[in-house]
């Protein structure tokens, strides 16, 4: 499919790469002719990232010609455009201005030579740089001057008028925190740069790979017993806090036991890791510590060279009083929690003192221009301060040892931060992360967070419908925005849920006999398929129907226009979006049978009639008998009768969470003053479900497709 827009959702640190690696090597294979990797905006992203396509497409492949190497980045070609012989093309570039504006003028120069050359456009970290934050410019000859009128930002521009000048271009965007592409405007058309970026055509959710730890192992439900979070107080926070600092005045001060104490623990905890790490046979394999305290690079090449100062320290100290270094690392070993040692303590702490020797400290940022390099120093013992640079996209090769202290007012860009997901095998129980409360409850409602997004892009693929037909729903945080608010003009709370509710079609379309006709053929085209099994409390039943069958019904059903309190549709999304996680599973129909009066066929029985009056020209007052929220329960509806009258609501709450209940009543025409044979009423009997009270945001560009 050419000019599509799709959205691929990982988990943090999961193998996005391999997964659109694979879907070059695909492309490829099928005719993709060029195929361009949008890399982040940081050189240490694209050069990792090249290497990886190099060692993994370009050497093994067949006639693979990368325009990039592991050192530059795109230039335009000064000849070919490479297309006149067999093979595929690859650029792997960062999404910055500059960069982009050589690729537009590139594409500029192949005006006419694209016309058959299928393109794949690759944009990783899509909710990073690639979002539109301003606005579109309108066609004045359509639109007044009234409304949204400025160029997109520069970035989402150049990419939408590369995809614009590629007639064969499929963008598929890559992210672990899709908030921001999610809340893209379907509709945004800009009259120079085209439609803007938001995945209209699928949105993919990755398989949790088998091993990986994320936000729900780190800090949900599976957390407890695992001993990785250690608290970081106030008192060693103020100590690192800029603000808090009067002018001139060091971030840390120079002399070495001015480091918090945390951050000296954590220290030591990185070092006798390491040391287990070797002893169970991973001696040579990066071993990596993390420590992001401060977005300004000044502050961070502070604090390394006081952590090289409090290093160095320690081993001077030894030297003066020997068995100093062992006291203090059997500490550590103690405090560690639950491991499994791979040698006896003695053996544990000798290699932990050898270790702290061979701990090096690199400063990521701009300003000193140190790498990783675990290519050409897998062996090192690395502590990695940063900020920006640790903040996204960066893989940080075996790391167990977390100091984590920088705030930030939205989910994504903190979910970015936690540089410590990923595949830990052989050391998954090493994992230590230093933060201070606060922040750890900010992930651990992250964890809830992440849940309902996947269970809602699940939902929405189980459904069979398009990005642009149905709403994703994203529960809200309590304390932080899911993105930033010029990312996020679309967003729009919907709190909607039908937890412990009854609804129930009460206005029905008397002017528009068509549609009270189609809902009689689609009432009896579910009850032939499920037919009801037996009777009770004055109508018949079927048990156990699929919740899809439900949804499926109440999509098609048709709904009064004016209609707020039965919005079918929306509903439907609803009851399926509950069965990813088990709840509404399966469905109870009844159909209400009186036996006096009239009946007509309706599926594979006799039905009677139901009277109900006129409130208004085209509504009754009450669908339902109360008593019939009860017909499937244990124990039926009288468990829940007090003399004369039924507790509905009771009986919502008594109903299992996985079990919804549809009722349906053939209602008798001559009562509502119409003239056809039978005018259909549904109604809903809901259990309690577990996002009662919740609060969720939706895109309202399609929260009512």
Same mark, same amino acid.
């Given at each position: 499919?050419?000019?599509?827009?799709?959205?691929?959702?990982?988990?943090?640190?999961?193998?996005?790469?391999?997964?659109?690696?694979?879907?070059?090597?695909?492309?490829?294979?099928?005719?993709?002719?060029?195929?361009? +990797?949008? /890399?982040?905006?940081?050189?240490?992203?694209?050069?990792?990232?090249?290497?990886?396509?190099?060692?993994?497409?370009?050497?093994?492949?067949?006639?693979?010609?990368?325009?990039?190497?592991?050192?530059?980045?795109?230039?335009?070609?000064?000849?070919?455009?490479?297309?006149?012989?067999?093979?595929?093309?690859?650029?792997?570039?960062?999404?910055?201005?500059?960069?982009?504006?050589?690729?537009?003028?590139?594409?500029?120069?192949?005006?006419?030579?694209?016309? %058959?050359?299928?393109?794949?456009?690759?944009?990783?970290?899509?909710?990073?740089?690639? =979002?539109?934050?301003?606005?579109?410019?309108?066609?004045?000859?359509?639109?007044?001057?009234?409304?949204? !009128?400025?160029?997109? &930002?520069?970035?989402?521009?150049? =990419?939408? %008028?590369?995809? *614009?000048?590629?007639?064969?271009?499929?963008?598929?965007?890559?992210? #672990?925190?899709?908030?921001?592409?999610?809340?893209?405007?379907?509709?945004?058309?800009?009259?120079?740069?085209?439609?803007?970026?938001?995945?209209?055509?699928?949105?993919?959710?990755?398989?949790?790979?088998?091993?990986?730890?994320?936000?729900?192992?780190?800090?949900?439900?599976? /957390?407890?017993?695992?001993?990785?979070?250690? &608290?970081?107080?106030?008192?060693?926070?103020?100590?690192?806090?800029?603000?808090?600092?009067?002018?001139?005045?060091?971030?840390?001060?120079?002399?070495?036991?001015?480091?918090?104490?945390?951050?000296?623990?954590?220290?030591?905890?990185?070092?006798?890791?390491?040391?287990?790490? !070797?002893?169970?046979?991973?001696?040579?394999?990066?071993?990596?510590?993390?420590?992001?305290?401060?977005?300004?690079?000044?502050?961070?090449?502070?604090?390394?060279?006081?952590?090289?100062?409090?290093?160095?320290?320690?081993?001077?100290?030894?030297?003066?009083?020997?068995? $100093?270094?062992?006291?203090?690392?059997?500490?550590?070993?103690?405090?560690?929690?639950?491991?499994?040692?791979?040698?006896?303590?003695?053996?544990?702490?000798?290699?932990?003192?050898?270790?702290? #020797?061979?701990?090096?400290?690199?400063?990521?940022?701009?300003?000193?221009?140190?790498?990783?390099?675990?290519?050409?120093?897998?062996?090192?013992?690395? =502590?990695?301060?940063?900020?920006?640079?640790? /903040?996204?996209?960066?893989?940080?090769?075996?790391?167990?040892?977390?100091?984590?202290?920088?705030?930030?007012?939205?989910?994504?860009?903190?979910?970015?931060?936690?540089?410590?997901?990923?595949?830990?095998?052989?050391?998954?129980?090493?994992?230590?992360?230093?933060?201070?409360?606060?922040?750890?409850?900010?992930?651990?409602?992250?964890?809830?967070?992440?849940?309902?997004?996947?269970?809602?892009?699940?939902?929405?693929?189980?459904?069979?419908?398009?990005?642009?037909?149905?709403?994703?729903? @994203?529960?809200?945080?309590?304390?932080?925005?899911?993105?930033?608010?010029?990312?996020?003009?679309?967003?729009?709370?919907?709190?909607?849920?039908?937890?412990?509710?009854?609804?129930?079609?009460?206005?029905?379309?008397?002017?528009?006999?068509?549609?009270?006709?189609?809902?009689?053929?689609?009432?009896?085209?579910?009850?032939?398929? $499920?037919?009801?099994?037996?009777?009770? $409390?004055?109508?018949?039943?079927?048990?156990?129907?699929?919740?899809?069958? =439900?949804?499926?019904?109440?999509?098609?059903?048709? +709904?009064?226009?004016?209609?707020?309190?039965?919005?079918?549709?929306?509903?439907?999304?609803?009851?399926?979006?509950?069965?990813?996680?088990?709840?509404? @599973?399966?469905?109870?129909?009844? +159909?209400?049978?009186?036996?006096?009066? *009239?009946?007509?066929?309706?599926?594979?029985?006799?039905?009677?009639?139901?009277?109900? &009056?006129?409130?208004?020209?085209?509504?009754?007052?009450?669908?339902?008998?109360?008593?019939?929220?009860?017909?499937?329960?244990?124990?039926?509806?009288?468990?829940?009768?007090?003399?004369?009258? $039924?507790?509905?609501?009771?009986? *919502?709450?008594?109903?299992?969470?996985?079990?919804?209940?549809?009722?349906?009543?053939?209602?008798?025409?001559? &009562?509502?003053?119409?003239?056809?044979?039978?005018?259909?009423?549904?109604?809903?009997?809901?259990?309690?479900?577990?996002?009662?009270?919740?609060?969720?945001?939706?895109?309202?560009?399609?929260?009512?497709?």
């Amino acid at each position: 499919m050419y000019q599509c827009r799709g959205l691929v959702v990982g988990y943090v640190q999961s193998g996005k790469t391999a997964n659109f690696t694979a879907v070059a090597a695909r492309a490829a294979d099928v005719g993709y002719r060029l195929i361009i +990797v949008l /890399s982040g905006i940081h050189d240490s992203l694209r050069n990792q990232t090249q290497k990886r396509l190099n060692r993994e497409l370009v050497r093994v492949g067949v006639d693979w010609t990368s325009l990039t190497t592991e050192e530059s980045d795109f230039q335009i070609p000064e000849f070919a455009n490479g297309f006149a012989t067999a093979g595929t093309v690859l650029v792997v570039m960062k999404k910055t201005v500059p960069i982009l504006n050589r690729l537009n003028d590139w594409i500029k120069c192949l005006d006419g030579q694209l016309g %058959d050359v299928p393109v794949l456009l690759i944009d990783d970290e899509a909710d990073l740089a690639s =979002i539109n934050t301003k606005g579109n410019r309108r066609d004045p000859s359509v639109y007044d001057d009234n409304g949204e !009128n400025s160029d997109p &930002s520069l970035t989402n521009s150049l =990419i939408r %008028d590369t995809l *614009r000048r590629i007639p064969r271009a499929t963008y598929i965007a890559y992210t #672990a925190t899709p908030f921001a592409n999610i809340l893209i405007d379907p509709n945004a058309v800009d009259q120079e740069v085209g439609e803007d970026l938001f995945p209209k055509d699928f949105v993919i959710q990755l398989p949790r790979p088998d091993g990986y730890t994320g936000t729900e192992e780190l800090f949900g439900a599976t /957390s407890p017993g695992r001993h990785v979070l250690r &608290s970081v107080t106030e008192e060693d926070v103020r100590a690192l806090k800029t603000k808090r600092r009067k002018k001139r005045t060091p971030y840390v001060v120079e002399e070495a036991q001015g480091l918090p104490q945390s951050l000296c623990d954590a220290l030591l905890v990185f070092t006798v890791a390491g040391a287990i790490r !070797n002893l169970r046979g991973q001696a040579g394999q990066p071993h990596t510590m993390l420590v992001h305290a401060s977005h300004l690079q000044k502050d961070q090449i502070r604090i390394g060279s006081s952590i090289d100062h409090q290093i160095k320290a320690w081993r001077d100290h030894e030297k003066v009083v020997p068995g $100093y270094l062992r006291g203090l690392l059997r500490s550590t070993l103690d405090d560690l929690g639950v491991v499994d040692l791979p040698a006896d303590q003695d053996a544990v702490l000798a290699e932990s003192e050898t270790n702290l #020797a061979r701990l090096q400290v690199i400063v990521l940022n701009s300003t000193t221009g140190e790498e990783l390099e675990y290519d050409e120093k897998p062996e090192r013992q690395l =502590i990695a301060v940063g900020g920006n640079r640790l /903040s996204r996209g960066l893989t940080l090769e075996g790391l167990t040892v977390a100091y984590f202290l920088r705030t930030t007012a939205m989910a994504d860009s903190l979910l970015q931060m936690a540089r410590w997901y990923g595949f830990r095998a052989g050391y998954q129980d090493l994992i230590r992360i230093w933060t201070t409360e606060g922040i750890a409850q900010w992930f651990v409602e992250l964890a809830l967070v992440e849940e309902s997004l996947r269970d809602s892009i699940t939902a929405l693929n189980r459904a069979g419908r398009r990005p642009d037909e149905m709403a994703i729903k @994203m529960r809200a945080h309590t304390k932080l925005l899911l993105t930033s608010k010029v990312k996020s003009k679309q967003l729009e709370e919907a709190a909607r849920s039908w937890s412990c509710e009854n609804p129930q079609t009460i206005l029905f379309p008397l002017r528009d006999p068509l549609a009270l006709e189609q809902n009689v053929n689609l009432t009896d085209d579910l009850l032939k398929a $499920y037919p009801p099994t037996h009777e009770a $409390y004055g109508g018949c039943l079927n048990h156990d129907v699929p919740a899809v069958i =439900i949804a499926d019904y109440l999509r098609k059903f048709i +709904v009064h226009e004016d209609t707020i309190a039965f919005q079918s549709s929306m509903i439907a999304d609803w009851i399926m979006e509950r069965a990813t996680v088990g709840e509404l @599973m399966t469905w109870t129909i009844f +159909v209400a049978n009186p036996k006096r009066g *009239r009946q007509i066929h309706l599926g594979t029985s006799l039905i009677g009639l139901a009277q109900r &009056s006129l409130t208004a020209s085209e509504s009754i007052g009450i669908l339902t008998e109360p008593r019939h929220e009860g017909v499937d329960l244990n124990g039926g509806p009288e468990t829940h009768r007090s003399a004369t009258s $039924y507790n509905a609501k009771a009986m *919502r709450l008594d109903r299992p969470p996985d079990r919804g209940l549809l009722m349906i009543y053939a209602l008798d025409p001559e &009562s509502l003053h119409v003239e056809v044979p039978t005018v259909i009423g549904i109604a809903l009997s809901l259990p309690r479900t577990s996002d009662e009270g919740q609060t969720f945001v939706v895109n309202r560009g399609v929260a009512n497709g």
